[in-house]
């Protein structure tokens, strides 16, 4: 089946789709044909590409542009001016923004993560009576919708008193099961015989979890991490659910502004743009594993 | 694993079939505390309060800790199937699934098969500019799509204008509205789907498509016979996951867009569900309406896989 292939642990370096076109078996190799196929394909992707980019593009053009010009239309903007993004930074205490999502992303990935990696260390490694069943009932949880559950999880934080709190964002998504699956997937593909090596030599589990197999998978958990952060990152409905007060997290604050500033577009404009910018930042930077990562958690 | 294997061989090599008790729990203790916190939070978060839904269902309770629940019978179940609301909702339900097919399979599978001929380096280009709006947050999507969209001065209707058409109110239109959240999701998913199905792709075994043209197999009936079906696994993936979260995805912008309106008109069976646990603080009627959900996506779930089953060609 093709998809084990991907799914197995790779380096991230042998990225699926990133590797050099496949070789095409009923290509003649030059032609009239050939050539338009490849300037039909240029064309398709080129449009695609301008419909996903052209509204970043404009959410920042618009966020840059002097406040008398918001309204322009023209592709370029010019003169720059920041005054949007100065505007903005008295409104809204979007450093205390910043940090709060910051700090609940963190948190979120940090602790799914863990969880994640003791739980799929559980499932890969041992056999044990009830083992099916228990994952069954890790995989099903996925398809329990947070709204079906919200109203006794909002009666339970009510109670646990972390109702706008941020603490309350964190604790109810602490188990992954995108995350469990995606490591018993990476530890069931581990040579054997290390685990076994690392027993004979006396370690207990847990050494060998920590010292042989951490070590290994660090690819896989880097990768994993980078997704569960933008996912916590952009998660709206926990937030929106145990958060009222604007001056909590990105999602929340940026929202109550935009009812609040309606049409100030160059403001609202300057506000997403700083609510996405630090996602883009570490696109640009890891992108070939933000995209394996996706495509990893995509592939089951 | 680690503790299991040398009692594994015992029971094999004919001794007393069962271990003892102790043996089986000394078995049983290490994965159980590694499973622990994972089997905690889910039943705290998850399975936990999917049960108290199920029983809040016959219950009429407004949210308020101090406030008794008194007992409603099936009351919950027959408001719910007789609410004016549902059929719209359900309506919309299904046409945002259907309509969120073509951005989350049709379209990614027609540029994964295109982008496979063009030079690796443009192909990572286009790839990486395509997935690029999956990384907005909902709420930042809302609020360019809303200034693109404005009836007044939007980019969009200002071309609409240039073009010679009618400005459209997209938003506030009940006719269009459904229509630009369709889009808005599209925009935020094609670039996911059109990775994961290159990934695919990239997984299929270059054996077959050389041997088929070999053989005098055209192009077309390589990809129709050979590349589609071995796909079909990814392709059912894709397909059952929009099922299952187009109406997850939309939620945000219906909130931050549109709050279900004009009229209903972009309303969904959760935001509906949403709209009557926490603004008519009317949980037993959500919880019924919960329930009612939940069972028809786990029967929707259960019809997929079977069909998937049936369906999927592997390459064994």
Redesign the interface.
Known sequence: MPLAVLAAPEPVADEPTQGPPPAEPGQKPVGENTRRRSVAGHVVLAVLALFAIFPIYWMYATSVRAPEDVLDTSPLPWPLSFASYEYVWQVLPIGKLLVNTFVVAVCTSIAQLLVALLAAYAFAAWQFRGRGLLYLAVVGAWLVPFQVTMIPNYAFLNELGLLNALAGVVVPTVCSTMAVMLLRQHIQAFPRELLDAARMDGRTSWGTLWTVLVPNLRPALASLSILLFISAWNDYFWPALVLQRTDSVLQIGIRGFLSAEGDNWGAVMAASGIACLPIFVLYLVLQRQVMDAFVRSGLR | ?????PE?QAVTEGRPARPSVTA?LR??L???A??A???L??Y???????G??FQ?SFFNWN?L?TSPMTPAGTDNYTRVLGLPELGQAVWNTVVYILALLPFTVL?PA??AL???????R???????????????????????????L?PS?G?VN?ALTALGAEPLNFLRDPDVAIGAIILISG?SL????T??I?????????DY??A???DG???WQ?TRLITLP??S??VL??VL?TT?LS??IT??LI??LTQGGPDGATTNV?YL??QY?FRNFD?GF??AA??V??VG??LV?ALFVWLSNKLSF???
Request: proline residues 9%.
């Open positions: 694993m680690l503790v299991e294997i594994a089986r078995g049983w290490p994965p159980l590694y499973l916190p994972a089997l939070f889910l705290l978060w998850t399975y936990r309060p999917l108290q839904t809040l949210l800790p379209i027609a540029v295109l982008a496979r001929r063009l030079p690796g443009s192909r990572t280009l286009y790839q990486a500019l395509i997935f690029a709006p999956t990384l907005v947050t909902p709420v930042a999507a809302a609020a360019v799509w809303r200034w693109l404005d001065s980019p200002k925009w094609l670039g996911f789907a990775l994961v290159s990934a695919g792709l990239a997984g299929i075994n270059d498509p050389a088929a043209s070999l197999a055209s192009r390589i071995l796909l696994p990814t993936f894709l996951t299952l109406v997850q939620f945000p909130d931050i959760y569900l949403w646990g949980a959500a919880g919960g329930t959900f939940f996506f786990g779930a592997y390459d064994n």
